[in-house]
């Protein structure tokens, strides 16, 4: 008698059986391991991408703060609400919020203002908000500063 015939006729084909179900099971394995591979890579681009956008919004500010810092009221006037570019791509806008009296330092810019050191000149603070924008692919930074200029 040859071996196969002592093998109950009700276990054949479960080898095969077995084959496909680690088969099975391997290929779901790699799928999911391609998916969270390729997922992480866009997460972490994403994140790349936002961390450039934050800081060329970061430079608009900057230039910004040097726009306020270097001209006069009325150059500054001029130019309210108006979207401008920075050297670093991003854009950004500035706007008169108020303005009020700068207790004590004799115009030098404080925030927010305190009263000590009292020179015995009050100046005029001018409070402006500062909107810096900045879009890396699909990743968007918004950065907005409250800034105050004396006169």
């Known amino acids: 008698m040859n071996g196969l015939s002592s093998i109950p006729r009700n276990n054949r084909g479960v080898a095969l059986l077995a084959v496909f179900v680690v088969m099975i099971i391997g290929l779901i394995l790699a799928a999911l391991s391609y998916y969270l591979v390729t997922r992480g890579n866009q997460t ?30 009325d150059t500054i006037e001029n130019q309210l609400g108006t979207e401008e570019t920075a050297a670093s791509g991003a854009k950004y806008r500035i706007w008169r919020v108020f303005w009020n009296n700068l207790s004590g330092f004799g115009g030098a810019p404080v925030f927010p203002p305190v009263s000590g050191a009292y020179s015995g000149v009050a100046g005029t603070g001018v409070y402006y908000l500062v909107h810096s924008q900045a879009t890396v692919e699909s990743s968007q930074a918004d950065l907005y500063v409250m800034y105050v200029k004396g006169y």
């Open 44 to 73: 972490y681009k994403a994140t790349k991408n936002y961390a450039k956008a934050v800081n060329l919004a970061q430079g608009g500010i900057a230039e910004a703060v040097v726009f306020i810092d270097n001209n006069s009221y």
